[in-house]
Nanobody
Framework: QVQLVESGGGLVQAGGSLRLSCVAS????????IGWFRQAPGKERERVAS????????YYVDSVKGRFTIARDNAKNTVYLQMNSLKPEDTAVYYC??????????????????WGQGTQVTVSS
């Protein structure tokens, strides 16, 4: 079982940037796809971005394409989410998640095996 710890959330004005980090410990981190999800008050949790075990494939939800970038550094057991041009509608608790299958390409809501505790991102208008 992999343990995930997020950091980097905070309060930022619209148009600003934040970089979230997800540090993993436990089973072989580099063998698993990692994803970022978010949940706003009163809304369902949605997948924001995902990166394959080797970093070669990425996925973004349409609403963040061109603004967010997911990357991983397997030597540091860390996945990053660089968020630029933030909008008030990006306000949510952001969670990182690990897939349960080795050498997976994407993390989907049904394939998550481990969740982090979440980090709050608040974008003011």
């Amino acid at each position: 079982q992999v343990q995930l710890v997020e950091s980097g959330g905070g309060l930022v004005q619209a148009g600003g940037s934040l970089r979230l980090s997800c540090v993993a410990s436990g089973r072989a981190f580099s063998r698993y796809a990692i994803g970022w999800f978010r949940q706003a008050p009163g809304k369902e949790r949605e997948r924001v971005a995902s990166i394959s075990w080797d970093g070669g494939s990425t996925y973004y939800v349409d609403s963040v394409k061109g603004r967010f970038t997911i990357a991983r550094d397997n030597a540091k057991n860390t996945v990053y989410l660089q968020m630029n041009s933030l909008k008030p509608e990006d306000t949510a608790v952001y969670y990182c998640a690990a897939a349960g299958i080795v050498y997976s390409i994407y993390v989907t809501p049904t394939s998550v095996a481990s969740w982090g505790q979440g980090t709050q991102v608040t974008v003011s208008s």
